[in-house]
């Protein structure tokens, strides 16, 4: 609301200025044109051409010249659209070519007046698209603005003087129209400083409005950042609980019924070895029991990965979209055709994998990561190595610690090396 008011008052600014510029060429160009009928009515041609040094342009050209021009500028001005302001190259030639009819008003009114450079660079401050061409055309207008001052231009190039023109009338007359083409330049110079004075304020507001949103942006990222935290501490609260409930009801429930088994048998291992036992038959039933339950509390937290699809397809879908936000080329041999793997094995394989890509990327750089999944023997061998840096002495991180935690659970064994890139080699025993 507050940009669209600024333009408001800039455009009207504007339409002001072209008003009163169209006043000052037509006024220019009336003088050039009514003086040297003047001379001519009163045969003072002769007169006049050995007063000046250079021969002028013909009166005509300079009457209708500098008007079909100047409305040649008022309709590029306004025949920009929004299309035609977005379009940066579109946008800096039509600021050229007004530069350019510009000047060449000013060089038909023998660089009398200048002030059209100033309606020109309003125009362009009023279109203004931030890119390094547009600033360079301001400094072009700029330089034009000083250059074509009469004594200024007249140092590199003959022109005749205005000031000449008006040679011919009494004093009165003289002094009248010469105070009338300084109070025109002058409100001309006027409606500019007001122009970038509430362009100026514009874009302080602008600036300040700007800030004040960062601000907020910022204050809103800060709650959102503590809710987030708090967020995930009540989400791993809760999953603590869930977790504390799951052991209790499961793992605790199978010890407790466990340690009550065993210490009737060794009441009664001496006195009557077979209630013995069948005691430590149910302690066996309640035993397995128990490691279904833990293997149901696992599937729990399973990837969604894996819920969703089959272990093959999570690790090609893993491995597609950790290649197209890294970059790294993946080359996956799967190689397990005819093999049943239970969810806790598949998960633990899927984390390696997972992880390994991880490390892969941020420790050692690797632009390739050749992943093979296959069996050998009564094994099963996931195989995963980079063309990363490597490593000479390997630590033992979170991560690694992790992988060698999960493989234990299901009997299996880990091995790494850093030697050449770096190599995670995964071997699982499968019994059918």
Not at 102 to 128: E, Q, R, S
Request: charged letters at 20%.
């Amino acid at each position: 609301m507050m940009k669209h008011t600024n333009l408001y008052y800039l455009s009207i600014i504007r339409n002001l200025m072209v008003l009163l510029n169209f006043i000052n060429v037509l006024f220019l160009a009336t003088i050039v044109l009514f003086t040297s009928k003047y001379i001519v009515e009163n045969q003072l041609g002769r007169e006049f051409l050995e007063k000046i040094a250079y021969v002028p342009k013909s009166p005509q050209l300079v009457f209708w010249g500098s008007i079909i021009l100047f409305a040649v500028l008022v309709y590029l001005m306004y025949h920009r659209d929004k299309k035609i302001i977005e379009h940066k190259l579109i946008n800096n030639l039509y600021n050229f070519f007004e530069a350019v009819i510009c000047f060449a008003i000013i060089y038909l009114l023998y660089m009398t007046y200048n002030g059209l450079v100033l309606l020109v660079f309003c125009d362009c401050i009023y279109n203004f698209k931030d890119d390094k061409y547009a600033k360079y055309m301001l400094i072009l207008l700029i330089g034009m603005y000083l250059f074509t001052n009469w004594d200024v231009f007249t140092s590199f190039l003959p022109l005749m003087n205005f000031q000449q023109y008006v040679q011919f009338y009494d004093v009165n007359l003289k002094n009248l129209l010469l105070l009338s083409k300084s109070i025109l330049s002058m409100f001309n110079i006027l409606l500019f400083i007001i122009f970038m004075s509430v362009y100026a304020v514009g874009q302080i507001q602008e600036n300040e409005f700007i800030s004040k949103k960062l601000r907020m942006i910022s204050l809103v990222n800060k709650k959102l950042q503590r809710y987030a935290v708090v967020t995930e501490r009540i989400g791993e609260n809760n999953e603590r609980k869930r977790l504390a409930r799951e052991i209790h009801d499961t793992v605790g429930h199978a010890l407790a019924g466990v340690a009550a088994g065993i210490d009737a048998c060794i009441v009664m291992i001496d006195s009557n070895p077979e209630a013995t036992k069948s005691q430590l038959k149910v302690i066996s039933k309640v035993v397995r029991q128990g490691m279904v339950d833990v293997r149901k509390s696992l599937n729990k937290l399973r990837p969604g990965a894996l819920e969703k699809q089959g272990f093959k397809e999570a690790i090609e879908k893993m491995i597609d979209d950790f290649g197209s936000l890294s970059e790294v080329n993946i080359k996956l041999d799967y190689r397990l055709k005819d093999v049943d793997l239970e969810n806790t094995t598949e998960d633990i394989l899927f984390r390696i994998i997972q992880e390994s890509m991880t490390n892969s990327v941020r420790h050692g750089g690797a632009s390739q990561i050749n992943i093979s999944l296959y069996m050998e023997e009564n094994n099963l061998c996931l195989y995963i190595k980079d063309n990363g840096i490597g490593c000479s002495e390997i630590s033992y991180g979170f991560g690694l610690k992790q992988m060698k935690e999960r493989v234990a659970i299901i009997n299996g064994k880990v091995k790494f090396d850093g030697t050449n890139g770096f190599m995670v080699m995964v071997k699982i025993p499968i019994f059918k």
